[in-house]
């Protein structure tokens, strides 16, 4: 155990300045195993004459060193290596502590030995040493626990039944790559593990490897090479694909991926400046906010745009309506520019800052050829729309009674497409949820956009400066509740789609899981 940890704090790149690791993981746990048996200093007492870099094409690395106190300045040194069990083994000819010959049997004991290690889901790092890189002497094993952070667990199942493929590439082991893979979630009954080496017994055509990569969740042994090659094989069955990164290695995957991700704190300055999106965190659970946000975001412009167009559809069709069936001009140019100010202004520009739904997660990716504008959305606009003009023109009827437009006539017809239009806002917080279900205090600026846009209009009402620019009078108390109770209609008409909505996906669910 003492020679295994010499070798593993010598061979050994990473420094400890207190509590603080500078260098790889893996080595500064190395380090922190070698200073709780007080060998973390075991590397000063050698100078390092040679090294071979760690690469994960070779997935080993070794340094050539020789001890201070030696007084043959000439000797040769000795080398220390470390790396994966199957590729130290390869470099060993004899076994210690006895530097017998290394037989079959014993390296056959040895990596079932790592397999068990592994499948307790352990990183097994095999280590030797020896005068000639080539006649090693195998020294032992070490394995070495990396435990998830915490909310890595939950954050991949929410991606999973958001309908985002979380796949795994690692260079560990199978048997330790199988055992993370499950204890994450990542690892099906109907999925595949496939190594390095047998994608590159696949071939390297991505159309050719599509199938099969999709439906592989683990990658083992692999090299940047090989993520390149995943990246392009799901790119041709055309999945957007989102690849994390932190070598200087892994800047090509990162960069050919859709989505590039680097990591703040470990990743090296080329794959950050390869990325798309660095976590400064370095944490898993962060491209699970990111993704509810980029989707939130995308429905808010979604809810933003069914507003925009609705209102501006509805005054666009109410003028011109109005000059098709040869009815007088219901508002005046003052009354449309305050329209316009409300459509474009505060309640349009708070939905855009509507809170994420928690629920966001559960609807599945969009397609990257997806129109923002659906025909059932276009579908939905249009209602708002026929519904909005249809009470506006009514009103504007019913009081044109005498045939002479009066600032009253024009103040009902103003009023009652003002209130359309708040009511119609908040049938936009929403393609599919109930506004009950949503609560109506859980958009404050919704709200305070709202509200001062129904105050502006009582001014525009009631306050005699106004009356007089936009030309309107005061309405009574029936006359408003006469009108809310109208224009209510496009949110009572609106809640009731979404209930069918709802109860249509229910019981298709139903229907699914009975078939099942």
């Not at 130290?88 to 210690?96: I, K, P």
């Not at 290394?102 to 004991?109: G, M, N, W, Y």
């Amino acid at each position: 155990v003492i020679k295994a940890i010499e070798v593993a704090c010598v061979c050994n790149n990473a420094q400890l300045e207190g509590d603080k690791l500078l260098g790889q993981p893996t080595e500064g746990a190395l380090l922190f195993l070698g200073q709780k048996v007080g060998m973390c200093n075991t590397r000063d007492r050698y100078t390092r004459l040679d090294e071979r870099t760690f690469s994960s094409d070779q997935k080993w690395m070794a340094v050539c060193v020789r001890k201070n106190n030696n007084s043959l300045e000439n000797e040769k040194g000795v080398w220390f290596m470390k790396g994966a069990l199957e590729v130290v083994l390869r470099h060993c000819t004899t076994v210690y502590p006895s530097n017998l010959p290394l037989s079959l049997k014993e390296r056959a004991h040895f990596e079932g030995v790592s397999a068990e290690i592994g499948k307790q889901g352990l990183r097994v790092i095999a280590l030797a040493q020896g005068e000639d890189l080539n006649r090693l002497c195998f020294i032992g094993m070490i394995g070495m626990w990396d435990p998830p952070r915490i909310g890595v667990i939950s954050a991949i199942s929410e991606l999973t039944n958001g309908g985002v493929d979380v796949k795994m590439i690692t260079g560990d082991s199978l048997e330790t790559a199988q055992a993370i893979a499950d204890n994450l979630g990542i690892l099906t009954h109907s999925s595949l593990c496939l190594s390095g080496d047998e994608l590159d017994q696949l071939g390297t055509n991505p159309q050719h490897l599509s199938a099969t990569v999709n439906r592989t969740n683990v990658f083992y042994r692999v090299s940047p090479r090989h993520k390149v090659i995943i990246i392009k094989s799901l790119q041709c069955i055309n999945k957007i694909v989102a690849m994390t990164g932190d070598g200087t290695n892994d800047a090509v995957a990162v960069k050919r991926a859709d989505i590039g991700i680097a990591m703040g704190r470990a990743g090296t300055d080329v794959c950050r400046e390869a990325a798309d999106m660095i976590l400064t965190d370095d944490n898993f659970t962060t491209i699970l906010s990111a993704v509810e946000e980029g989707k939130g975001i995308y429905y808010n412009i979604r809810n933003f745009v069914r507003f925009q167009l609705s209102t501006s559809i509805s005054a666009l069709s109410l003028i011109t309506l109005s000059i098709v069936f040869g009815l007088p001009n219901p508002l005046n140019a003052m009354q449309i520019l305050w329209i316009n100010i409300i459509m474009d202004g505060p309640p349009a520009q708070s939905l855009g800052v509507e809170p994420v739904d928690k629920d966001v997660m559960m609807q599945p990716p969009r397609k990257a050829t997806d129109k923002m504008i659906s025909m059932t959305l276009l579908t939905r606009i249009v209602t708002s729309a026929i519904i909005i003009v249809s009470g506006t023109l009514w009103v504007f009827q019913r009081e044109l009674q005498d045939g002479i437009i009066t600032p009253r006539d024009t103040t009902m017809t103003f009023t009652c497409f003002v209130l359309f239009d708040m009511f119609n806002a908040l049938t936009c917080r929403s393609l599919s949820k109930s506004v009950i279900t949503m609560g109506v205090f859980t958009n404050r600026m919704f709200l305070y956009a709202v509200g001062g846009s129904l105050l502006g209009q009582l001014l525009v009402i009631y306050f005699p400066p106004l009356q007089i620019i936009f030309q309107t009078e005061a309405l009574s108390l029936i006359d408003i509740i006469l009108l809310s109770i109208l224009c209510s209609s496009v949110l009572i008409v609106d809640e009731v789609w979404k209930g069918l909505l709802r109860w249509r996906e229910q019981r298709r669910d139903k229907l699914y899981i009975h078939k099942v």
